[in-house]
């Protein structure tokens, strides 16, 4: 059964800093990795996709890493700002014939302070 | 604007009174999903959709019913909502090729 883990739950830095978001996961056997922002009282939104045979993928300041046969994924957040705040969600896309299937972590909850 | 819209957003319930949390999409998806999610247990999915009239149970069906009778439509029905149904429920659609998932804002019970 996949399982992912995303480490550190919270996190809290000082407007400007660059910071490493990790996930990681049990079964190698991957469609893809996705990364969500969740804000407060609403819904996800989808930052960053990885597919399985790709190692990275950049979307402004945000860049996302995949390592499929370690089984860890890492959101970089370059110069992070206030509005960055909320809580970081990554989901796996399981392959085969459960490739309907997303299992999440439980997130990390990041805090920009001004 | 691509959309998926839940309603209601916000509901105060008695145990045992059927309820139906309805979500609609207007992007021609596919595949839709109902998820909750619990503080300490992450998102959990409840049921999906893979087209018209397909459904199957996710890691939680227990006390959900669903029902796909047309593409834009994927309504959660819980037919006799307890305590332990307390959460926020989230609905989501893709396409069936597609790789970007987008979700509703969220729906959340409250039984008691």
């Known amino acids: 059964k996949q399982e992912v883990t995303q480490i550190p739950a919270a996190l809290s830095v000082p407007e400007g800093e660059n910071l490493v978001l990790n996930c990681s996961f049990t079964d190698s056997a991957i469609y893809n990795l996705q990364w969500f922002r969740q804000d407060p009282g609403k819904g996800l939104t989808s930052l960053l996709l990885i597919q399985s045979s790709q190692r990275e993928q950049t979307s402004g300041r945000l860049n996302a890493s995949l390592d499929k046969s370690s089984g860890r994924s890492t959101l970089y957040i370059a110069a992070s700002q206030p509005g960055d705040s909320a809580t970081y969600l990554c989901a796996v896309r399981h392959s085969g014939g459960s490739n309907y299937k997303l299992t999440f972590g439980k997130g990390t909850l990041l805090t920009v302070n001004p | 604007e691509a959309q998926v819209t839940q309603n209601p957003r916000y509901l105060i319930t008695v145990t045992g009174k059927k309820l139906t949390v309805t979500c609609s999409q207007n992007m021609n998806h596919e595949y839709m999903s109902w998820y909750r999610q619990d503080p300490g247990l992450g998102l959990r999915q409840i049921y999906y959709?893979?087209?018209?009239?397909?459904?199957d149970k996710g890691d939680v069906p227990e006390g959900y019913k669903v029902s796909r009778k047309e593409k834009r439509n994927f309504p959660l029905i819980l037919e006799s909502p307890s305590p332990n149904q307390t959460s926020l429920y989230f609905c989501?659609?893709?396409?069936?090729?597609?790789?970007?998932?987008?979700f509703g804002e969220g729906s959340w019970l409250t039984v008691v």
């Open positions: 989501a659609s893709r396409n069936s090729t597609g790789n970007t998932i987008y």
């Open positions: 959709s893979m087209n018209v009239e397909v459904t």
